[in-house]
């Protein structure tokens, strides 16, 4: 079943039950518009979309240690996240979302919350002082990219789906807001092209010569 037709499925049932349905996405998925329009895109609330990837694991610690135990099964905590739209993301073969949540929801988070560009992030990295920066793990950075021009390519991809995804996030459902700056009022966005500064250009241009 496609995606845009199991919404058309809970839509159907939340009807005939009088109800509605909520929408699953969260803020990495949001932000990066790591979802299906009239699919994924699709509820009447969306309860998660303020709660990055890696708060949603520590909410289902958090509820299965303080609530009920066991009540979100460890099997889905410990498998690789995924949604399974191609070989690519085969989770038997241990494969999932083209994200590194750890280290991508700092990033996001800075993009948002913190309202940085990608000339402050390169610029930490140049000085070695993103991993500090962004509260990451020491050598998260290395292990996910190894080589400078890695790193820049995924940065700006990034700053690329980031900002070109506003037009799904204004389709999406109300955001139940739990942080300072979630998507919706909090943070008010409009529909521009894609821009690196001048600044970012010439790090860039030193770091990868």
């Known amino acids: 079943m496609c995606i ?17 349905f909520t929408n699953n996405g969260n803020k990495t998925e949001t932000a990066l518009g790591y979802a299906t329009l009239y699919g994924d895109v699709n509820g009447a609330i969306a309860p998660l979309a303020d709660l990055y990837k890696g708060q949603i694991y520590q909410l289902a610690v958090y509820l299965n240690t303080h609530v009920q ?101 204004i389709q999406a459902p109300p955001i139940i807001a739990v942080s300072k700056r979630a998507f919706g009022f909090d943070l008010r966005e409009s529909q521009n092209g894609i821009y690196f500064t001048r600044r970012y250009q010439e790090i860039k241009g030193k770091l990868l010569q």
């Open 4 to 20: 845009r037709d199991r919404s058309r499925v809970l839509a159907a049932i939340a009807a005939s039950l009088g109800a509605v």
């Open 69 to 169: 135990n066991n009540a979100i099964p460890s099997s889905i905590l410990t498998m690789v996240p995924s949604a399974e739209l191609s070989k690519d993301q085969d989770v038997e073969k241990g494969k999932g979302d083209p994200i590194n949540y750890p280290y991508h929801d700092k990033l996001l988070q800075a993009f948002i919350e913190w309202r940085r560009d990608p000339e402050y992030i390169l610029d930490l990295y140049r000085k070695k002082l993103l991993e500090k920066e962004l509260s990451l793990e020491e050598g998260c950075i290395k292990k996910y990219f190894p080589t400078d021009t890695d790193f820049v390519t995924d940065l700006e991809r990034m700053w690329k789906l980031y900002k070109i995804n506003y037009f799904k996030r």
